[in-house]
């Protein structure tokens, strides 16, 4: 491919953030009107409950098929043919049919009952979910493609469409209504859903038909319309799609398989990792939604604050760590050692990987340290002062933005691990994952009984350093035979450390004397405190903010 990965890469996550952001100032608005005007249980079946059945279900049906057919379009190294990663695309959709008939008997019949007011909302709800989930996995297809070919522009299009259907149809169902807010849930789901499906198939018929008219100009003609229109048809001789009926599944003439049989075996590989995953991911709900261990409010309570302390994670670090797979699928090759690859990607993956996690880590750093400060006031702007009476969602918080750090560290390390495993390693690995499951299921039982909420915080912290322990002796293991060893360059600089220290000191006081008279004022000290934490940061990482400028003029002027 004439594609820049790892342009494309860092171009990904940084529109990702950016639809981050909007998406979680929509959704944290929307569950400050609920917290204020529905309440605390209605949050709770919707935030935990319902989405977790659609975590469930997405996770389940795609996950394993996206990260494997990923891996067999790098660089050539497969022998994998468009159709049949097409074809194996499509598979997710009855996958997930299949899934939603177990899930919603246990979703409606095994789990802690809901009010019974509730109990028609809530069903109404549980097959919104599924249908809407069997609905978006019909445009996996395109979706994929759209992955791989690096329409950046079209996935933060479509996500951001995405939202704003599902935020204005509740909204205003709800602002109607406030009684049916479950049923406008689902409403809502099912709305978007279809927004995303034919978001996509316009997308490729229109990209399809001007693509085949443009291969059918001359040369000359090609380039004056590639320098009018800049590179939106450039390096696309591979894009294997000459008409939407290519997106549809297909049964191959005699002679080629429908499937590839090396695809499937690292799928049924990532199956068995995404199972536990998943239980690692989501825990916390689980054992909520299986054991009567908290009420519906006190699950609102700890899904918002959980919400909260995971900004960074879901605002930067997730999309780095999206934006970081793809790069490391692309570029480093499974079932080849190190010293068998071309120097030249390997040191660039070193210094990649080593780079990504110094920010991540600064990153979480820093919330941790602002965190110990300022939980409490950001909370009582978000919730109103009903919402922080007891002092529950502050210590939440606070703990949670130890937990900050880890998901940093976990995962671009593990995500780096999951891009380069063979499938002997990756099936190694989930033994592994089946010991981090049943331990994290028994310390958050366990924890949570003695602890209340703050014990699925400290399950979480064990989870995640275990993991954190694994991927970074794999990656030590990786890089010996070549000399290098990426994980040296992680620790942020010793001067940043103190700053942090400093300013955390400071923000501390702040909070005993300041805050009681003035919220402006312990407020502008802590943005101060951060800007002076990103100024030292910038300081000691000025080669790498330099580079980064460089990328970008070089990109500006080739433009």
């Known amino acids: ?18 639809f981050q952001i909007l998406c979680r100032c929509v959704t944290f608005a929307i569950n400050a009107y609920i917290v204020r005007s529905v309440g605390r249980d209605v949050l709770g079946v919707m935030n935990v409950r319902l ?110 469409l995405h939202i704003f259907v599902r935020s204005v149809v509740f909204i205003t169902i709800v602002s109607n209504n ?18 995303i499906i034919l978001g996509n198939y316009i997308f490729f018929y229109i990209y399809t038909k001007r693509l085949n008219d443009f291969r059918q100009k001359n040369e000359e003609e090609k380039k004056s319309l590639l320098e009018k229109m800049g590179s939106q048809f450039d390096h696309m001789e591979d894009f294997p799609l000459k008409s939407l009926t290519d997106l549809l599944p ?27 995953k998943q239980i690692l991911t989501e825990g916390e709900k689980y054992v909520m939604s299986v054991s009567p261990v908290l009420s519906f409010s006190e699950q609102a309570t700890y899904d918002v604050v959980n919400n909260m302390g995971s900004l960074a994670a879901r605002f930067i670090f997730r999309p780095i760590e999206d934006s970081s797979y793809f790069y490391f699928t692309q ?35 820093m919330g941790f340290v602002f965190g110990q400060s300022y939980s ?19 210590l939440l918080l606070r703990w949670h933005s130890l937990a900050i750090i880890l998901l940093a560290v976990n995962g671009i390390s593990e995500g780096y691990m999951f891009a380069t495993n063979t499938s002997k390693e990756i099936d190694g690995y989930n033994y592994y994952m089946a010991i981090f499951s049943v331990t994290f299921l028994l310390l958050s039982y366990q924890l949570t009984n003695l602890l209340g909420p703050v014990g699925f915080i400290l399950a979480n ?76 940061w910038s300081y000691e990482n000025r080669d790498l903010i330099l580079l980064g400028f460089s990328k970008f003029r070089t990109k500006v002027k080739s433009q």
């Open 1 to 18: 491919m004439g594609r820049n990965i790892l342009k494309s890469s860092l171009q990904n996550a940084s529109f990702s953030i950016v």
């Open 51 to 160: 989405l977790l059945l659609e975590s469930t279900l997405l996770f389940l049906s795609r996950e394993a098929t996206s990260r494997a057919a990923l891996s067999a379009t790098s660089l050539q190294r497969s022998s994998c043919t468009w159709p049949q990663l097409i074809n194996q695309m499509w598979l997710t959709v009855p996958i997930c049919a299949f899934l939603c008939l177990p899930f919603l008997y246990i979703w409606l019949n095994l789990l802690s009952a809901v009010d019974p007011q509730l109990q028609d909302q809530y069903a109404f709800g549980c097959y919104a979910i599924a249908v809407s989930c069997v609905i978006e996995m019909c445009a996996e297809a395109p979706v994929f493609l759209g992955q791989v070919f690096c329409f950046v522009r079209l996935k933060v299009v479509l996500d951001t």
């Open 250 to 276: 297909k049964i191959q003439p005699s002679g080629m398989k429908s499937l590839n049989a090396d695809l499937q075996i690292l799928i049924l590989s990532f199956v068995k990792q995404g199972i536990l």
């Open 461 to 536: 912290c064990a989870n995640m350093i275990f993991r954190i322990g694994y991927s970074i002796s794999f990656i030590h293991r990786q890089y010996r035979p070549v000399g290098d060893n990426p994980l040296r360059k992680i620790p942020p600089g010793p001067l940043f450390l103190s700053t942090l220290i400093a300013c955390g000191v400071i923000c501390k006081i702040s909070e005993a004397k300041i805050l009681p008279a003035s919220m402006l004022y312990h407020l502008v000290i802590g943005a101060f405190c951060t800007v002076v934490s990103l100024g030292v």
């Open 376 to 394: 409490g006031t950001i909370l009582l702007l978000y919730g109103g002062r009903d919402f922080v009476a007891g002092g529950l969602p502050e």
């Open 178 to 195: 406030k009684s049916i807010a479950i049923y406008a849930f689902g409403t809502a789901q099912l709305s978007s859903a279809l927004t």
């Open 331 to 365: 570029t480093i090759a499974r079932n080849l050692k190190l010293k068998e690859q071309e120097p030249e990607k390997v040191s660039e993956a070193s210094k990649v990987l080593a780079n990504v996690c110094k920010v991540v880590l600064s990153i979480g750093l």
